[in-house]
Nanobody
Framework: QSQLVESGGGLVQPGGSLRLSCAVS????????IGWFRQAPGKEREGVAS????????DYADSVKGRFTVSRDSAGNTVYLQMKSLKPEDAAVYCC??????????????????WGQGTQVTVPS
């Protein structure tokens, strides 16, 4: 049973915007933080944004600061990643993940235990 399901990926031109959604269910609803990660072909997966469920504190990778915004709905069941001013280097499979414990909005893979399957974002060069 999948506990995190991403949606909203697609093809967008450089400079365009896209909003990804992460539907959270099951045990993952007890999350401490939800993180967004991405992996491009031939590259390691990297954390791009994270939000803490308790106080909505956030953190971002330097490469996306000022362009991406992570947020949650009021119930905390859906987490969004709003992406603006997209660049070809943003193209990747984007996944959301849930951490059940922590001290800060982590961008480290090892802090997350539940993972979604991912959604493809394509930005042509």
């Amino acid at each position: 049973q999948s506990q995190l399901v991403e949606s909203g990926g697609g093809l967008v031109q450089p400079g365009g915007s896209l909003r990804l959604s992460c539907a959270v269910s099951g045990d993952a609803l007890d999350y401490y933080a939800i993180g967004w990660f991405r992996q491009a072909p031939g590259k390691e997966r990297e954390g791009v944004a994270s939000i803490i469920g308790g106080d909505d504190s956030t953190d971002y990778a330097d490469s996306v600061k000022g362009r991406f915004t992570v947020s949650r709905d009021s119930a905390g069941n859906t987490v969004y990643l709003q992406m603006k001013s997209l660049k070809p280097e943003d193209a990747a499979v984007y996944c959301c993940a849930a951490a059940l414990t922590g001290w800060f909005p982590s961008l480290r893979e090892r802090d997350y235990i539940y993972w979604g399957q991912g959604t493809q974002v394509t930005v042509p060069s």
